[in-house]
């Protein structure tokens, strides 16, 4: 008998999930570089997680919902920051900047992943994301960031402005650096330019740096000096990638 759509689908994701897992130098990573808005010098990048192109995991958000579905997050979490970490590992001057999923919160990193970890945590400096879904009942995010903290990481509030309920709680987390996605911040919408205004607040209140993402062109580069911006992303800055020759 022939298995249900849904189900050989599901196992087709099981299947390519486990793989990463087994060899997760296949997760990429690609790494989108971050830069002084000032002078333009190359400050550090943001590493997100993929699986092979042309399959249902192809894309970090396919990955993610494909590994949430299964229970696989915390695995393929971890196996993601180690493997961020070696890549930077011979660039120690710049940042490395990763998303750890609420899920993973408070968990105990594999043993066979520890050597990687201890290395980035005492020769890398690193900035976990945080973000909306962080926010959300029933995620230990005090813990959490304290946790991260004591790894001696640097917090980044990212993609909140739409969330009053993140919004609500973030300056509790004290964000060294607080994300402005261009992309919005530029809408006509009173939310969203309320929601700004509450990032800038939030900022303000921690000494946080402001990051402008979506920095996609030169015009781009002006409007995100305009909301303040020290640090800036896009793809006027480079496209998410391989890392370039050391």
């Not at 105990?108 to 990687?116: E, Q, V």
């Not at 990032?199 to 000494?207: C, D, F, K």
């Not at 979506?214 to 800055?237: C, H, I, Q």
Request: net charge negative.
């Amino acid at each position: 008998m022939s298995l249900g759509p849904d189900v050989a689908q599901t196992r087709r994701i099981r299947e390519q999930i486990e793989s990463l897992l087994r060899e997760p130098r296949r997760l990429g990573p690609d790494f989108a570089p971050i830069h002084s808005l000032s002078d333009g010098a190359l400050v550090g990048y943001k590493a997100t997680g993929r699986g092979a192109e042309g399959t249902a995991v192809g894309d970090t958000l396919s990955l993610l919902a494909g590994a949430r579905s299964l229970g696989l997050v915390e695995r393929l979490d971890w196996a993601f920051r180690a493997l961020a970490i070696e890549n930077m590992l011979s660039r120690p001057a710049l940042e490395l900047h990763v998303t750890p999923e609420p899920e993973t919160y408070l968990t105990p990193c594999p043993p066979r992943l520890a050597g990687a970890i201890s290395r980035g945590n005492r020769d890398l400096r690193i900035a976990a994301e945080i973000h909306e879904d962080a926010f959300a009942p029933g995620i230990s995010l005090a813990a959490g960031v304290a946790e991260i903290r004591s790894w001696g990481w640097k917090i980044v509030l990212a993609d909140v402005a739409d969330d009053d309920r993140a919004l609500s709680g973030a300056a509790a987390i004290k964000p060294d650096v607080v994300q402005i996605d261009l992309r919005r911040a530029g809408r006509a919408d009173s939310d969203e330019h309320h929601g700004v205004q509450r990032l800038h607040a939030i900022a303000e209140q921690s000494g946080a740096a402001i990051m402008a993402v979506g920095v996609d062109s030169p015009n781009a580069r002006e409007r995100a000096a305009s909301v303040g911006a020290t640090l800036a992303r896009g793809d006027d800055f480079g496209f998410p990638g391989a890392l370039p020759e050391a």
